[in-house]
């Protein structure tokens, strides 16, 4: 039958666009990770921050991009699609690849070995549980728990409170409001949130999955959740595709939460790639610091007391001078006095001031560890999250276009995938820039898993299995749904140029009516 007969619009293979050339050659995350490179001096990562800047700046013809503009946007996604192919061929990058797909599977399947229910549907059954009737229902609660808990925390930390939140759940038929690290006020409200969806749905997991799943505008989400008292805070533009699950947030909601329960279109925008986009668009910094910040500083500095232990501290400086500073010797100033902040606190924390609330009523009454971190931020720290929505959309728009440009060179790969190659590229390149061993910051769920399995009594010969693949049958897809999957066919080890990893069908996008949405 021909596509005139059915009217079907033919699909058009991708046009081919070169990649044998990096095309911002400055900044390129590869020149610092190829074998056989100097070891740098160690460097802070506001160093590093700025020691980039400089770079796209040389590319961009000392100008950083502001905004959409058709011909820089298809040269940031033809960079992001050159790097991306770079990270797939070369070694222990390449673990991206597979990332949602194998890597995530294995640490369900590991912590299935503690808690069977995740893994066998027998197990749940048997569980006899007033929600848990199903592997998949245990999955979804395991897979909202990581995401919750994944603010600002290490791999280890997030897979440990995870797994604390589970076996609450497990017990109670709720997670329970705990605070936890820097974003610990968040977090807790994200638990709080899950539990009041799950109540709008009768406790109906399934239900609850369904509505995490479905697409919506935004417009049309806030307005159906405010009949239920919730209010969705995201900054997305209000004809934003988005899906329910960001009533958790943007990044660990309707991105990274997506990815885990096996939709791997939504692109999570998180601390690392955030810096990548900051380093192409040349925008890692703020740069710019106003005099409203330096009179906070220099106010709260002027304490006899605090003089006197910051001169014992052996940090000598006077608050007359902050206007008068120039902007590297501000920098390192602020962070100075961070660190001493730092040390105040662990000994707060060691007199029994463990509660956040305490510290930062404490913090703010000080005054100067939040004006100090302010200006580190403007003037030296990274750009760690997109301002808006439109810079959200701008960032979207030019991804996609990078997935494109990678099909039409034979590298089929979904949005959240190219994330996960990037992330560990750009987190080696950062690692030895700043002098660090190349990888220090790279663990996985899996290997995280496995060390709180371990902890937890489960036999060493299990867990090795489970990385052999042979504890259970391996799941299609990121292994969090049950149903077989169209985007989980190959495995891809190092690719060479023109491999394909194989994107499958689209994601079917059933949309359920608005007025069902949570009832």
């Given at each position: ?373 302010s200006i580190s931020k403007s003037l030296g720290a990274s750009v760690d999250a997109p ?133």
């Open positions: 039958m021909t596509d005139s007969e059915t009217n079907a619009t033919p699909r058009r293979k991708p046009r081919k666009v070169s990649l044998r050339r990096a095309p911002m050659k400055h900044v390129f995350i590869g020149r610092w990770l190829g074998d056989g490179q100097a070891k740098l001096k160690r460097r802070t990562n506001n160093e590093v921050s700025a020691y980039l800047m400089e770079q796209a700046l040389r590319d961009l013809g000392g100008r950083p991009l502001t905004g959409p503009d058709p011909v820089t946007d298809e040269r940031l996604s033809r960079q992001f699609a050159y790097e991306t192919l770079h990270a797939m061929q070369h070694g222990d990058l390449s673990r991206g690849v597979n990332w949602y797909k194998e890597a995530i599977a294995r640490t369900i399947e590991i912590a299935g070995l503690m808690y069977p229910e995740l893994v066998d549907d027998g197990a749940a059954e048997a569980l006899g549980h007033a929600n848990i009737r199903s592997a998949q229902e245990a999955k979804t609660v395991l897979c909202c728990a990581l995401a919750i808990t994944s603010q600002n925390n290490t791999v280890h930390e997030n897979c440990a409170y995870a797994l604390e939140q589970y076996a609450a759940f497990r017990t109670t038929g709720a997670f329970f409001p705990k605070t936890y690290g820097a974003k610990g006020a968040s977090v807790a409200n994200n638990l709080v949130r899950f539990n009041e969806l799950l109540e709008v749905h009768e406790g109906d997991l399934s239900s609850l999955r369904d509505f995490l799943e479905a697409p919506y505008t935004m417009s049309e989400l806030r307005s159906a959740a405010a009949k239920f008292g919730i209010n969705i805070t995201a900054r997305e533009l209000a004809d934003e595709t988005v899906y329910g699950s960001i009533v958790f947030g943007p990044k660990i909601g309707n991105a990274f939460l997506s990815n885990l329960l096996g939709n791997l279109k939504p692109l999570t925008v998180d601390l690392w790639f955030t810096r990548s986009w900051g380093r192409l668009t040349g925008r890692l910094v703020k740069g710019t610091v106003t005099d409203d910040q330096k009179d906070r500083l220099r106010d709260t500095l002027t304490s006899a007391g605090f003089l006197q232990e910051m001169a014992e501290s052996g940090l000598h400086a006077d608050p007359k001078t902050v206007h008068e500073l120039a902007d590297e010797d501000l920098v390192d100033l602020c962070g100075n006095l961070t660190l001493l902040w730092e040390r105040f606190r662990k000994s707060l924390v060691a007199k029994g001031y463990d509660d956040n609330k305490q510290l930062s009523e404490f913090k703010a009454k000080l005054g100067w560890p939040g004006a100090a971190q301002a808006t929505a439109s810079e959200r959309r701008w960032i979207r728009q030019v991804m996609e276009r990078a997935v494109e440009i990678l099909a039409g060179n034979g590298v089929i790969i979904e949005p959240a995938t190219m994330q996960a190659v990037l992330w560990y590229a750009e987190k080696a390149g950062w690692d030895h820039l700043s002098g660090r061993k190349v990888g220090t910051f790279n663990v996985s769920f899996d290997e995280a898993m496995a060390r709180l399995a371990t902890r937890a009594g489960i036999d060493h010969d299990a867990i090795a299995r489970v990385f052999s693949g042979s504890e259970h049958d391996r799941p299609a897809g990121p292994g969090l749904r049950e149903e077989p999957r169209g985007d989980d066919a190959g495995t891809a080890q190092g690719l060479p140029e023109g491999a394909e990893v194989d994107r499958g069908d689209a994601l079917e996008e059933a949309r359920p009516e608005v007025g069902m949405m949570l009832a």
